[in-house]
């Protein structure tokens, strides 16, 4: 699709601006890294070779009779005694000593009997977000050679946790930002245009509206339903759309009564064309100027509720909750140091990024 003159200008100008643009390659890369977590951090194998069949763990269930074992179960790959019997073919008893028939079986024969030699393909991290490992000690445990910030107080992989809770807190900003950004758009450009009594009556809604104590409705809507990643959704984007109302109802009532417009009423354009065509482009650039304090906002807020334990679920990979986890266990200062740089980098990218959207937008700025 071929970009429009004024776009292809904006796009010009955004990539002029080198801390913008390396910032969008940066988050970019992290991102679509991150979309792959289950490949890069799993507690289960990406593939496995049995008996020369090819078996994909990550989105299929096997028990462990698949594998030549005695439980029906979803075999625990991480159980040396399931790893030696994928590795030998199910064909020598694996319950004494797994790992030395394995190192046996590199030749495919063990006791001069030939085997069906099977591999198991690992993710670079073997363990979950939710994987507790088998420390040997206590925990938090320091960062080590397998695990390479760490583990948490429940001695899980604080590396694995951080891949899987940044494509979380990615993901909830893209959604609440769009949806928010949607109703605020909507709520003031009607506001602005149409001014009046029907200003006057949705000033008064939202100044009403605004007064409600947001953590109060949050904590009885959790109480009443359980803590979920869409609630959250929901509860961010009730309160955080009228951020935007303010911006766009301003620059709607400045630009109403122009002679653009007053020409367009007088052509027959509608209403709504008219908001959409001719009024808001020109709201956008005031309104990217909020959009990242709105990003940055919608993350903070949900590693503040994390950090409360009013987020998402204790099992889910939030930053926040690492963060807390970084305040119970001053013991243990890889986790503040891991959640503070996890979030310093990541808003910082987002803020350089949408710093570099809204100077494309605003006409006044060009860079060299």
């Known amino acids: 699709m071929k970009l429009s003159p004024l776009n292809q200008r904006r796009w010009r100008n955004f990539r002029r601006n080198g ?41 299929n269930v096997y028990p462990e009779t698949e594998f030549g074992g005695d439980l029906r179960i979803e075999a625990i790959y991480r159980d040396p005694e399931v790893e030696c019997l994928i590795v030998t073919g199910g064909l020598v008893d694996c319950w004494d000593d797994p790992e030395g028939l394995m190192e046996d079986a590199g030749d495919g024969v063990i006791d001069g009997e030939e085997i069906h030699k099977g591999w198991v393909l690992w993710p670079p991290i073997r363990y979950g977000y939710k994987t507790a490992a088998d420390l040997g000690g206590p925990a938090p445990s320091a960062p080590d050679g397998e695990h390479l910030l760490g583990t948490d107080d429940t001695a899980r992989d604080v590396l694995a946790r951080v891949i899987y809770g940044f494509r979380l807190s990615v993901f909830f900003t893209i959604v609440v930002t769009i949806l928010t950004s949607i109703i605020g758009i909507a709520a003031g450009a009607v506001q602005g245009y149409f001014g009046g009594r029907t200003d006057l009556i949705f000033q008064r809604a939202l100044e009403i509206f605004t007064a409600i104590p947001s953590l109060y409705v949050i904590i009885i809507l959790f109480a009443i339903f359980g803590r979920s990643f869409w609630l959250l959704v929901f509860v961010t984007v009730l309160f955080g759309w009228p951020a935007l109302v303010g911006v766009v109802r301003a620059e709607f009532l400045r630009a109403r009564n122009f002679e653009y417009v007053r020409a367009a009423r007088a052509l027959g354009v509608s209403n709504r064309v008219i908001m959409y065509r001719h009024v808001l482009p020109n709201a956008m650039v005031a309104t990217l100027t909020l959009l990242p304090f709105i990003i940055t906002g919608t993350i903070s807020t949900l590693a503040a509720l994390d950090f409360l334990g009013f987020g998402l679920p204790s099992s889910a990979p939030s930053l926040g909750e690492l963060t807390r986890q970084a305040k119970q ?17 990541l808003l910082s990218l987002l803020v350089f990024i949408f710093e570099g959207v809204r100077d494309a937008f605003d006409p006044r700025k060009t860079f060299q």
């Open 19 to 59: 801390r913008a643009f390396w910032s969008l390659i940066i988050f970019l890369v992290l991102f679509i890294t991150s979309l792959f977590a289950e490949f890069l951090a799993n507690e289960k194998p990406i593939l496995v070779n049995y008996r020369g069949g090819y078996y994909m763990p990550l989105f």
């Open 329 to 345: 266990n001053l013991q243990a200062p890889w986790l503040g140091f891991t959640a503070f740089f996890t979030f310093s980098i």
